[in-house]
């Protein structure tokens, strides 16, 4: 069965430092997030991306976020000066369609942590 | 705005129990919701959706869920648990645009199974 794929597993960085996590959604799908989850909290929304494009992003997705699809397979969350609070688990989901139609896959994760 | 709530924070069932997980939810139309699992080190697996039609939805390993509109719930229901059933339980209400969807979560629920 296709599956998100997700790397790396693990990344630790120290503060300010960029960090690429990076994601291959499966094959035919046209719809792409990414999600975070920082320790014992909810999964939050980050961005939303379809036609090359955001399409939809929340108020955590600021100034120091930006996604590409360099390729056309990888889906990229680049973070320039990370920070402390950014440590979290990065889910990349991707679906075939809107959700009205279509349900979101996701990946197993990274896991960031910032010193 | 789209919010998701799950009361239990954590639940223990012996195994050949009955579960039921709660959910409520608020949104302006009618929903999409969806109920994930979520096992350590892995990343989110989509158990069942709502999206129309039939109110009771079934999904994998066993796992029915039921829309209530009057009560804005969907809990999750499984007749007998498992030991591997334990994990966390997300459920998540579609936010809808155009291109594209925001999920938004609930915070989760542990569940442990004893035996």
């Known amino acids: 069965e296709p599956e998100v794929t997700q790397t790396p597993s693990h990344q630790v960085t120290q503060m300010g430092q960029e960090v690429i996590l990076r994601c291959v959604p499966i094959?035919?799908?046209?719809?792409f997030y990414w999600y975070r989850q920082i320790l014992g909290q909810k999964v939050e929304f980050l961005v939303s991306?379809?036609?090359?494009?955001?399409?939809?992003k929340s108020e955590i997705f600021d100034d120091q976020f930006s996604v590409e699809r360099p390729d056309g397979s990888n889906f990229t969350l680049k973070i320039r000066s990370t920070k402390l609070e950014d440590s979290a688990m990065y889910f990349c989901?991707?679906?075939?369609?809107?959700?009205?139609?279509?349900?979101?896959?996701f990946g197993p994760g990274t896991r960031l942590l910032v010193l | 705005a789209q919010s998701v709530t799950q009361p239990d924070i954590h639940i223990t069932v012996s195994e050949g129990a009955s579960l039921e997980l709660r959910c409520n939810y608020s949104?302006?139309?009618?929903?999409?919701l969806f109920w994930y699992v979520q096992s350590p080190g892995q990343g989110l697996q989509l158990l069942l959706k709502?999206?129309?039609?039939?109110?009771l939805v079934q999904g994998i390993k066993g796992f029915e869920a039921e829309f209530k509109r009057s009560q804005s719930s969907f809990n999750l229901r499984k007749p007998s648990v498992h030991w591997s059933d334990a994990a966390e339980y997300f459920c998540?209400?579609?936010?809808?645009?155009?291109?594209?969807?925001?999920?938004?979560f609930g915070k989760g629920t542990t569940l442990s199974v004893s035996s």
């Open positions: 094959s035919n799908h046209l719809y």
């Open positions: 991306f379809y036609n090359n494009e955001i399409s939809e």
């Open positions: 998540a209400v579609g936010a809808i645009n155009q291109a594209g969807t925001a999920l938004i």
């Open positions: 949104y302006g139309a009618t929903p999409y």
């Open positions: 709502y999206f129309s039609g039939d109110t």
């Open positions: 989901a991707s679906s075939e369609g809107p959700v009205g139609q279509e349900t979101q896959y």
